[in-house]
C-alpha cells in the first residue's frame, strides 16, 4: 500500500538524540487538502507526545490546509487523534479486508474499515 503513494508524498522525519522515532507522509491532493497518509513512532517512543509533535509539525508545513487521515478503527488511535482535535469525516467500508490478504487485528479489533478524520486549518 506504502508503494502507491510514497513516490509523490512527503515524508518527514522525527529524530531524538541522532536517533530516528518517527516518520509521518503527507500527499497533497487535487481538492487542495492535505491527507496523512501514514503517522509511525518507534514502540520504545510511543506515548511520549512525539506522534502529536509530529501532527503539529504537519500542520505548520501546510497552515491554511484542510488535512485529512485515514485510520482503522482501533479506540487508542481513534482516542489520540480525537485529542489532537481531528472529526469524524466519513469511513470507506471493508477498505483493510479488500486491500490487505491478512487480517489486521489490533487491541483484539479486527479492522475492517478506513476511518476517515480530518482538522480544518483554522481549528
Not at 530516528?20 to 487542495?32: H, L, S
Not at 485529512?68 to 487508542?76: C, K, W
Not at 487523534?81 to 483493510?96: A, K, V
Request: hydrophobic content about 35%; some cysteine; charged content about 25%.
Amino acid at each position: 500500500m506504502i508503494m502507491r503513494y510514497l513516490d509523490r508524498g512527503s515524508l518527514y522525519v522525527g529524530s531524538i538524540d541522532n536517533k530516528d522515532v518517527a516518520v509521518i507522509v503527507t500527499v497533497e491532493n487535487n481538492d487542495g487538502s492535505v491527507e496523512i497518509k501514514n503517522l509511525a513512532v518507534a514502540a520504545a517512543y510511543r506515548r511520549k507526545g512525539i506522534g502529536r509533535k509530529m501532527l503539529e509539525y504537519v500542520e505548520k508545513v501546510y497552515p491554511d490546509r484542510k488535512i485529512i487521515l485515514g485510520t482503522g478503527e482501533t479506540p487508542s488511535t481513534l482516542r489520540f487523534y480525537r485529542s489532537c482535535g481531528y472529526l469524524y469525516s466519513h469511513r470507506i467500508p471493508n477498505f483493510f479486508t479488500d486491500n490487505y490478504p491478512n487480517p489486521i487485528v489490533e487491541e483484539g479489533v479486527t479492522i475492517r474499515d478506513m476511518i476517515y478524520l480530518f482538522k480544518k486549518s483554522d481549528q
